[in-house]
T-cell receptor
Framework: AQSVAQPEDQVNVAEGNPLTVKCTYS??????LFWYVQYPNRGLQFLLK??????LVKGSYGFEAEFNKSQTSFHLKKPSALVSDSALYFC????????????FGKGTMLLVSP | GAGVSQTPSNKVTEKGKYVELRCDPI?????LYWYRQSLGQGPEFLIY????????DSGLPNDRFFAVRPEGSVSTLKIQRTERGDSAVYLC??????????????FGPGTRLLVL
């Protein structure tokens, strides 16, 4: 069975500092990997995804993520955090081959302080 | 363009009652998904439609839950004999089509269901 682990319930960072939100996954074969963000009382908004090719994926709002196959990780990063980045972030995985559902992690709350 | 819409945004009901939750996907999207998000958890898959048919309903927790998409667009999630444990946010998502694993799913704002 496929799974996603987000080891940190909460990440705190000061505005202007770099941020990292961690994600590791388990899937049979190669993965498709996704990051979504959820603001209070809102649905999930798509940030970026890894399909194949370049391990560094760039997405919306200055976010990027690095796929590391050997470590089965897909950490979300941003060089300079904004207070408005404060939200709940979800990593998700889907298998490349055959059919599989999209499996989400439990989420990581990012708090950016002024 | 318009995104995925869900109605109602909030629903309060009593234990044992029947509820219907509606999802209107992005126009032209043939794949539609329902998820349930409990407090402090990520979304959990319930059911996937490709067109009018349920291609995968393996996530439905029991036979009290049922979903339809009769014309391949709007979908309704139906919950019979609601229980307090059904309280959650129900999310709907759609994607362009084919159900390919690489397709991006676009989510609606969700319906917050509270069963008293």
């Amino acid at each position: 069975a496929q799974s996603v682990a987000q080891p940190e319930d909460q990440v705190n960072v000061a505005e202007g500092n770099p941020l990292t939100v961690k994600c590791t996954y388990s899937v049979s074969g190669n993965p498709y990997l996704f990051w979504y963000v959820q603001y209070p009382n809102r649905g999930l908004q798509f940030l970026l995804k890894y399909i194949t090719g370049d391990n560094l994926v760039k997405g919306s709002y200055g976010f990027e993520a690095e796929f590391n196959k050997s470590q089965t990780s897909f950490h979300l990063k941003k060089p300079s955090a904004l207070v408005s980045d404060s939200a709940l972030y979800f990593c998700a995985v889907r298998a490349h081959s055959g059919y599989s559902t999209l499996t989400f992690g439990k989420g990581t709350m990012l708090l950016v302080s002024p | 363009g318009a995104g995925v819409s869900q109605t109602p945004s909030n629903k309060v009901t009593e234990k044992g009652k029947y509820v219907e939750l509606r999802c209107d996907p992005i126009s032209g999207h043939t794949a539609l998904y329902w998820y349930r998000q409990s407090l402090g958890q990520g979304p959990e898959f319930l059911i996937y439609f490709q067109g009018t048919g349920a291609a995968d309903d393996s996530g439905l927790p029991n036979d009290r839950f049922f979903a339809v998409r009769p014309e391949g667009s709007v979908s309704t999630l139906k919950i019979q004999r609601t229980e307090r444990g059904d309280s959650a946010v129900y999310l709907c998502a759609s994607s362009l089509g084919g159900g390919s694993g690489q397709e991006t799913q676009y989510f609606g704002p969700g319906t917050r269901l509270l069963v008293l």
